[in-house]
Nanobody, 124 residues
Framework: QVQLVESGGALVQAGGSLVLSCAAS????????MAWFRQAPGKEREFVAA????????SYADSVKGRFTISRDNAERTVALRMNNLKPEDTAVYYC?????????????????WGQGTQVTVSS
């Protein structure tokens, strides 16, 4: 089991940037595809970005494509989400998760547990 802790959330103005971090403990993450999700108040949790085991392939939700970049450092056991040109609609609690199966990593319903997340608030 991989334990994950998210950090880096903050209050920023529209057009600003943030870098979120997901730190893993318990075991190596090199055997896991990793993904970021977010949940806005009153809305379902949604997929944001995912990255293959070795970082060679990434995937993004259409709403963040071109603005967000996911990356990973398996040696440091961290996954980052760089967010540029933030918009008020990006306001949400952001979570990361790990899936040994790259084909299901984007499905938020497949996860039984979540970390505490990190709050991102974008003011207009």
């Amino acid at each position: 089991q991989v334990q994950l802790v998210e950090s880096g959330g903050a209050l920023v103005q529209a057009g600003g940037s943030l870098v979120l971090s997901c730190a893993a403990s318990g075991r190596t993450i090199s055997n896991y595809a990793m993904a970021w999700f977010r949940q806005a108040p009153g809305k379902e949790r949604e997929f944001v970005a995912a990255i293959h085991y070795n970082g060679g392939s990434t995937s993004y939700a259409d709403s963040v494509k071109g603005r967000f970049t996911i990356s990973r450092d398996n040696a440091e056991r961290t996954v980052a989400l760089r967010m540029n040109n933030l918009k008020p609609e990006d306001t949400a609690v952001y979570y990361c998760n790990a899936d040994p199966n790259v084909y299901t990593v984007k499905a938020h319903s497949r996860y039984d547990s979540w970390g505490q997340g990190t709050q991102v608030t974008v003011s207009s």
